[in-house]
Nanobody
Framework: QVQLVESGGDLVQAGGSLRLSCAASGIIFSINTMGWYRQAPGKQRELVAAISSGDNIDYEDSVKGRFTISREYAKNTVYLQMNSLKPEDTAVYYC???????????????WGQGTQVTVSS
């Protein structure tokens, strides 16, 4: 089995900071991309930030300059440092990883259970 376990969500005031963590565990042969998505009430899930195995990074436009994604390869862990938080950042944040469980398995997407981030004005 593969698990993605997130932590770090909390209630914070506007302008504050949070750091989300996500650790992948289980039988894992290779990880390509790790990233963060978010879903606010009544909205579709959207990509926040992603980092590939070659350290190529993508950010959603509204978080550029405020959020930083990083990855610790030895621990199969991805982080999201969120600064200057705004009320519109309020959402459930989901960790995503594209990985192969064996050398002959296809690349598949795995998801964490989500962690709530609430930013008060």
């Amino acid at each position: 089995q593969v698990q993605l376990v997130e932590s770090g969500g909390d209630l914070v005031q506007a302008g504050g900071s949070l750091r989300l963590s996500c650790a992948a565990s289980g039988i894992i042969f290779s990880i390509n991309t790790m990233g963060w998505y978010r879903q606010a009430p009544g909205k579709q899930r959207e990509l926040v930030a992603a980092i590939s195995s070659g350290d190529n990074i993508d950010y959603e436009d509204s978080v550029k300059g405020r959020f930083t994604i990083s990855r610790e390869y030895a621990k199969n862990t991805v982080y999201l440092q969120m600064n200057s938080l705004k009320p519109e950042d309020t959402a459930v944040y989901y960790c995503n990883s594209r990985m192969r469980r064996t050398a002959w398995a296809p690349w598949s997407d795995y998801w964490g259970q989500g962690t709530q981030v609430t930013v008060s004005s």
